[in-house]
């Protein structure tokens, strides 16, 4: 067995303070705009208090997370705890699904029945939310190097542009009066909340059900491997992601009848090619020298088996 130890230094510890002063501040102005709202009758103010929640939440996942990625793998979890992160960034992304259509009916509903709002505290207390996530974004982007971090990134980038609106909204109600602009508003910031978390939602949910990588495609590998002189055909061809950062690969792959002594240089030539082209570090190639007939996989008869001579090879 041959196991991974998950990254961890001075760059984890890093994230791991962005995360908790991020943390800190964020419950911070869900209780100051969550209070400001009651105060103000503003579903916008409240709409951001739900969602500045709902991104303490996500950062309290991906401080989680993060904690479980460091960890080393050991014999019960082989690859380590990669996927921590994976699992956390589609809770988060699924949690803004339904805060964006929950926002969404309650603002078609005070469309129908406005309510008066005091635009002032809405500015105010949404211009302080403006400093505060604009902050805690520009320090998750210096630290997002996998979908987990960029989900929470993608949390706070939208809670900046969202609040900013807020304090236009609020212009908008102090100088026409109009208070439907609130609501109206309310919509603009779920429809926002949706888009941005729809592709973390796809792009985690492949990564769980493990899917074919982003950016890579099976007929791309398969002609790059068959292009390393000495191989036959490929075939059985399995590629899936551990994390958002790292894949894995299995496949079969027919060569002339050499002793493994000479098929050991044809290995070296395709994990580089995985490893330079494709990103792909951790490998399962079996060499065979028969066409095998696939039936869940590839099954050899046994009576073709003899004489057969394969070779398993790992990129380390």
């Not at 792959?253 to 493994?260: E, N």
Request: aromatic share 6%; charged share 10%; proline share 3%.
């Amino acid at each position: 067995m041959h196991v991974h130890a998950a990254p961890s230094g001075p760059g984890a510890k890093r994230t791991t303070s962005v995360l908790g002063f991020s943390l800190a501040a964020t419950l911070a102005y869900v209780v100051v705009t969550f209070v400001a709202g009651l105060r103000a009758h503003s579903l916008a103010l409240l709409s951001e208090s739900g969602h500045n929640m709902s991104d303490f939440l996500a950062l309290l996942l991906s401080f989680v997370a993060v904690y479980f990625q460091s960890r080393p793998a050991n014999t019960s979890k082989t690859f380590g705890y990669q996927r921590a992160g994976v699992l956390a960034a589609f809770i988060n992304a699924a949690t803004l699904v339904a805060i964006s259509l929950w926002i969404g009916v309650e603002a078609i509903h005070r469309l129908s029945s406005p309510v008066a709002v005091q635009p002032k505290l809405m500015m105010v207390v949404a211009a302080a939310g403006v400093v505060m996530n604009g902050v805690i974004a520009a320090l998750l982007w210096g630290v997002a190097r996998d979908v987990n971090l960029r989900s929470a990134f993608i949390h706070m980038a939208g809670d900046t542009l969202s609040t900013a609106a807020v304090i236009a909204g609020g212009g908008g109600i102090l100088l026409t009066g109009r208070n439907w602009i609130d609501p109206v508003l309310s919509l603009v910031i779920a429809a926002l909340i949706l888009w941005s978390s729809a592709g973390i939602v796809r792009e985690t949910l492949n990564i769980l059900l493990e899917g074919t990588p982003r950016g890579i495609t099976l007929v791309a590998i398969r002609s790059g491997m068959e292009k390393v002189e000495g191989v036959v055909n490929v075939h059985d061809l399995h590629v899936w992601s551990l994390g958002s950062q790292s894949s894995a690969m299995a496949c079969h792959v027919t060569i002339a009848d050499i002793p493994p002594s000479e098929s050991a240089c044809i290995l070296l030539k395709l994990n580089h090619v995985l490893k330079d082209h494709f990103h792909i570090n951790h490998t399962t190639i079996q060499f065979e020298h028969i066409c095998c007939e696939e039936l869940e996989g590839c099954v050899v008869p046994p009576e073709e088996m003899i004489g057969s001579q394969q070779h398993h090879g790992h990129a380390l």
